[in-house]
């Protein structure tokens, strides 16, 4: 996972917009993604924890992640940066030979399980992706 472009459980305490720009004078935009609102415990020193005991909590926040996209803002950059950031060419690569190692028979079955939980991801990030951009009116492609 590319850390340097991809943050993942950020909180705020109001929700963020979906497509932020980064305002670098390049056409940069932040894509906020799986953003849910969470119980969280604050501190006396400002900490923040999210937690799952409402009874605990002492207030809300908002949990999502963020990916830093590149012009052209555009669904299919937005997906195509987002699957690069999670699943780097190697992993991607490495899952495709032991699904097909054990299609062969060359390994075990259960080799193919994570190729298979990969393709069911990216079909969800791409689901995500469209709808967000269709939403905000951003083209599949230029």
């Known amino acids: 996972m590319d850390k340097s472009i991809l943050s993942i459980g950020l909180l705020s305490q109001t929700r963020p917009q979906v497509i932020d720009p980064y305002n670098n004078g390049q056409g940069t935009v932040l894509y906020n993604h799986n953003i849910v609102e969470v ?27 963020s990916l830093r996209v590149e012009y052209p803002t555009t669904a299919d950059n937005i997906f195509s940066t987002l699957l690069s950031a999670k699943y ?25 399980k994570p190729y298979e939980a990969f393709l069911k991801d990216r079909l969800a990030i791409r689901n995500m992706v469209d709808s967000d951009c269709s939403t905000l009116n951003i083209p599949i492609d230029l």
Not at 39 to 65: H, L, N
Not at 91 to 100: A, D, H, I, M, R
């Open 88 to 112: 780097p060419a190697n992993t991607e690569s490495k899952l495709v030979n032991e699904y097909q190692s054990a299609v062969l028979g060359l390994l075990p079955d259960d080799y193919k």
């Open 39 to 65: 119980d969280v415990v604050e501190d006396e020193m400002g900490g923040v924890t999210v937690t799952d005991d409402p009874k605990t909590a002492t207030g809300k926040r908002y949990q999502y992640d």
